[in-house]
C-alpha cells in the first residue's frame, strides 16, 4: 500500500513569495502522484499528476511540482503566490487505477 | 452544473441513529468512489464501484457500512447505528472508467455530526 506524508500541516507565505509544499511517499515501485487543492467549502480540485512521463509536471493555476526517484519525492512549487492560493493542498499516491492514498494536508495562508 | 453533487450537505443526528447520503456522479463517469475525511487528515478510500458492481470495500467500512449504486447511476451509502467515531466529511468522487488513476472528480461531500 502507498503511504504519503506532507511535511508541515501549515504554511504562511507573503503575497509574491515563492510556495513550497513538501510531499514524499513510500513505494518500491514509483507510483501515480498528485497534487489536490481544496478551497473552503469546495470539493477537491486536481492540480497536476504525474504518470512516468516528464519528471517536472506543470499544473494549473501556476503550480508545478517535480518527481525525484532518488528522494522519493514530489514537491509542488509556485513561484509567485496570490492570494487565491490560500486553500488546503493534499499530495496524494496510487499503484493502481482506482485507489488513492493521501497524505494529511498542507494549509498554505497567504500574507498581505 | 455538472459536477459531482452530494446530498445532504450537513447531517445532524444521535448516536444509534441511520443515516444515508446520496451521491450523484458525473454522468458519464462509470466508477465511483466513497472516501472519508477527517479533521486535520487527508480523504480516506472507503470503497469502489465501477458502474453497479461493488468491487472493493476498505477495511474502514464495518459491517454498519453499506453502499449501493443500483443502477450505475446515483449511490447511496448508509450507515446504520451511528456512533460519535463516525463523524467526518463523506466524500464522494468520480472519474470515466480506463482513466489513470485519481483523476477523480470531487462532490463538496457530506458532513456527518453524531451526538
Known amino acids: 500500500a502507498q503511504s504519503v506524508t506532507q511535511l508541515g500541516s501549515h504554511v504562511s507565505v507573503s503575497e509574491g513569495a515563492l510556495v513550497l509544499l513538501r510531499c514524499n511517499y513510500s513505494?518500491?515501485?514509483?507510483?501515480?502522484l498528485f497534487w489536490y487543492v481544496q478551497y473552503p467549502n469546495q470539493g477537491l480540485q486536481l492540480l497536476l499528476k504525474y504518470t512516468s512521463a516528464a519528471t517536472l509536471v506543470k499544473g494549473i493555476n501556476g503550480f508545478e511540482a517535480e518527481f525525484k526517484k532518488s528522494e522519493t519525492s514530489f514537491h509542488l512549487t509556485k513561484p509567485s503566490a496570490h492570494m487565491s492560493d490560500a486553500a488546503e493542498y493534499f499530495c496524494a499516491a496510487s499503484s493502481n487505477d482506482y485507489k488513492l492514498s493521501f497524505g494529511a494536508g498542507t494549509t498554505v495562508t497567504v500574507r498581505a | 452544473d455538472t459536477g459531482v453533487s452530494q446530498d445532504p450537505r450537513h447531517k445532524i443526528t444521535k448516536r444509534g441513529q441511520n443515516v444515508t447520503f446520496r451521491c450523484d456522479p458525473i454522468s458519464e463517469h462509470n466508477r465511483l468512489y466513497w472516501y472519508r475525511q477527517t479533521l486535520g487528515q487527508g480523504p480516506e478510500f472507503l470503497t469502489y464501484?465501477?458502474?453497479?458492481?461493488?468491487?472493493?470495500k476498505s477495511r474502514l467500512l464495518s459491517d454498519r457500512f453499506s453502499a449501493e449504486r443500483p443502477k450505475g447511476s446515483f449511490s447511496t451509502l448508509e450507515i446504520q447505528r451511528t456512533e460519535q467515531g463516525d463523524s467526518a466529511m463523506y466524500l464522494c468522487a468520480s472519474s470515466k472508467g480506463g482513466s489513470l488513476a485519481g483523476e477523480l472528480f470531487f462532490g463538496e461531500g457530506s458532513r456527518l455530526t453524531v451526538l
Open positions: 464501484f465501477q458502474n453497479e458492481a461493488q468491487l472493493e
Open positions: 513505494s518500491s515501485v514509483p507510483p501515480y
